[in-house]
Antibody
Framework: EVQVVESGGGLVKPGGSLRLSCAASGFTFTNAWMSWVRQAPGKGLEWVGR??????????DYAAPVKGRFTISGDDSKNTLYLQMNSLKTEDTAVYYC??????????????WGQGTMVTVSS | QSALTQPASVSGSPGQSITISCTGT?????????VSWYQQHPGKAPKLMIYAVTNRPSGVSSRFSGSKSGNTASLTISGLQAEDEADYYC??????????FGGGTKLTVL
């Protein structure tokens, strides 16, 4: 079964750090572009960033609000994607989803989504 | 970075058709055929419904269709059903390698 499963969410104080994980199975992780998308409570979807597959160069890109604070990486040996979040702000409070990007259909479509993990930034 | 513009809400009766618009710029919607649409039920993860402007993933009903004209993309749902009631989001690739989402549209089936 093809799936991605996020973990690592929780409560953290402003200025703190947190690392999210996304375990992938059922597809060739080494060939996949992977993205993180977040959704603040009661709000819409927001793209956070992506990492290209190693075969395509492994470059990471980030949305402006998180650039310089968040880092996306992947461990091909563990089929796991990570999101390292530093200098967290209250506005980073959201459900964080990982998703494949363009793996099956191309065209920067987000195809397989996890169930999400909640991150709350509060003092 | 500004989100793509969607109407906050639309509604329709069972059996009717509705269209949701998604307006961007020549740097995103108008410049690339990389528009996707997602359906999200409360408390659930989004689900891909349309990719590359007009294409349906395997398993998605043919009642869902997509189109684009200039800087505006559209999602049409025909033969509305109660289960279609959900939030819908568009997304587009944007120059500078990023992706941008619309603000979302709440569909109510009357």
């Amino acid at each position: 079964e093809v799936q991605v499963v996020e973990s690592g969410g929780g409560l953290v104080k402003p200025g703190g750090s947190l690392r999210l994980s996304c375990a992938a199975s059922g597809f060739t992780f080494t060939n996949a572009w992977m993205s993180w998308v977040r959704q603040a409570p009661g709000k819409g979807l927001e793209w956070v960033g992506r990492i290209e597959s190693k075969t395509d160069g492994g470059t990471a890109d980030y949305a402006a609000p998180v650039k310089g604070r968040f880092t996306i990486s992947g461990d091909d040996s563990k089929n796991t994607l990570y999101l390292q979040m530093n200098s967290l702000k209250t506005e980073d409070t959201a459900v964080y989803y990982c998703a494949t990007e363009g793996y099956t259909y191309g065209y920067h479509a987000f195809e397989m989504w996890g169930q999400g993990t909640m991150v709350t930034v509060s003092s | 970075q500004s989100a793509l513009t969607q109407p906050a809400s639309v509604s329709g009766s069972p059996g009717q058709s509705i269209t949701i618009s998604c307006t961007g710029t020549s740097s995103d919607v108008g410049g690339y055929n990389y528009v996707s649409w997602y359906q999200q039920h409360p408390g659930k993860a989004p689900k891909l419904m349309i990719y590359a402007v007009t294409n349906r993933p395997s398993g998605v009903s043919s009642r869902f269709s997509g189109s684009k004209s200039g800087n505006t993309a559209s999602l049409t749902i025909s033969g509305l059903q109660a289960e279609d009631e959900a939030d819908y989001y568009c997304s587009s690739y944007r120059s500078t390698s990023r992706v941008v989402f619309g603000g979302g549209t709440k569909l109510t089936v009357l």
